[in-house]
């Protein structure tokens, strides 16, 4: 049984960081699409960040590109986020997410999900 877990979230003050990580287990994650989603109260769900199952290359949300790193350890048993100089729009519940093959934006396209961390940025 696959089970993701988040954990690194917390209270920052803007221009602060924080590091987010996703421990997985029940699974190996060889071939699978690594992400990082977000949801803010009163909104959609929305994509932050993803490293594919070939190549690892990363992409980021243009809202966090430049600010946001991910990356993922040598086994794929746990993958990160590197969030710096936060935003209070930054504040939300952060998922990790894992989908065998490729993956997109939409929510659809991701099969695994984490129960989510809280990150919250004051000004």
């Known amino acids: 049984q696959v089970q993701l877990v988040e954990s690194g979230g917390g209270l920052v003050k803007a221009g602060g960081s924080l590091t987010l990580s996703c421990a997985a287990s029940?699974?190996?994650?060889?071939?699978?699409?690594l992400g990082w989603f977000r949801q803010a109260p009163g909104k959609e769900r929305e994509f932050v960040s993803q490293?594919?199952?070939?190549?690892?290359?990363?992409y980021y949300a243009d809202s966090v590109s430049g600010r946001f790193s991910m990356s993922v350890n040598n086994d794929r048993s746990t993958w990160y986020l590197q969030m710096d100089t936060l935003k209070p729009e930054d504040t939300a519940v952060y998922y990790c997410?894992?989908?065998?093959?490729?993956?997109?934006?939409?929510?659809?396209?991701?099969?695994?999900w984490g129960q989510g961390t809280q990150v919250t940025v004051s000004s």
């Open positions: 029940g699974n190996t994650f060889w071939g699978y699409t």
């Open positions: 490293i594919t199952w070939n190549r690892d290359r990363s």
């Open positions: 997410t894992a989908n065998y093959g490729k993956a997109e934006v939409r929510l659809s396209t991701w099969e695994f």
